[in-house]
């Protein structure tokens, strides 16, 4: 069976969950029309993070096999800032000051792309995200030498695991990520926690813990933080019960 085919059943077996039925609609039509926006949807997400979700360019992250709910809330996030230009710029004050207080994530293209998103795709989305495999189908081989965590790594251990796997749903996992990715992301919120402000058409980010985290950290720790994560096995922990189980 080809990728294409598997992901046409993975999508059919999720909206055959998440979707429920609507009123004035048949439910086997609603289920339908969920399966081709979601699909069409993700299609548009791989044009920019790669086939099935595996990035191949460096600046952007792989959202293949990503939280479910970490997805949701970035998702949200984008859209929360897009919603407050939109608000402001039709003079809805009430609203546009209801928005603001929706945490935000800014990304030009991301905005433009979550603003797109109906509400009721999000959850499908993201849950038909979160069932890809990270790696794309096709597993890391082994390291012949398990890489050392870095020293300013060790605080990221409480939420993100000892092997890069978001403890709770709504952190991300860090394993295998994008080397270039992770080390702009932890500058973005390092200059937000040095008082940073967004500028128009610029990617910004804020977090209250991950600014506490990483305030003071030294740029050579950035760096390495960000190698010593993308060379995790995005599968975490299981990818290495297959492997001692393999020996």
Not at 211 to 227: F, S
Request: net charge positive; proline share 8%; glycine share 6%.
């Amino acid at each position: 069976m080809n990728r294409r085919a598997r992901f046409r059943l993975v999508i059919l077996a999720l909206t055959a969950v998440v979707a429920g039925p609507v009123p004035g609609f048949a439910q086997t039509e609603q289920l339908t029309t969920v399966q081709i926006q979601v699909q069409d949807a993700l299609e548009a997400c791989y044009q920019c993070h790669g086939p099935g979700g595996v990035s191949v360019i460096p600046s952007r992250p792989t959202i293949a096999g990503q939280k479910a709910e970490y997805i949701r809330r970035q998702l949200a996030a984008f859209r929360a800032v897009a919603d407050t230009t939109d608000l402001a710029q039709g003079n809805d004050t009430k609203n546009a000051d209801a928005a603001t207080h929706i945490p935000k994530r800014t990304d030009p293209v991301m905005e433009h792309m979550a603003a797109g998103l109906p509400e009721h795709l999000i959850k499908p989305i993201a849950d038909a995200i979160a069932s890809l495999p990270c790696d794309g189908g096709t597993p890391k081989p082994p390291a012949v030498k398990a890489p050392i965590r870095p020293q300013a790594a060790d605080a990221c251990v409480s939420c993100h695991g000892q092997d890069g796997i978001g403890v709770q749903p709504h952190i991300p996992n860090l394993a295998g990520q994008r080397r270039s990715y992770l080390r702009r992301q932890l500058l973005l919120i390092r200059e937000t926690a040095w008082g940073a402000q967004p500028r128009k058409g610029e990617a910004w980010r804020t977090h209250p813990i991950m600014e506490a985290q990483v305030a003071r950290i030294k740029i050579v720790d950035v760096d390495a933080i960000a190698r010593y994560y993308s060379t995790l096995d995005c599968q975490g922990e299981s990818a290495k019960s297959k492997t001692d189980a393999q020996q």
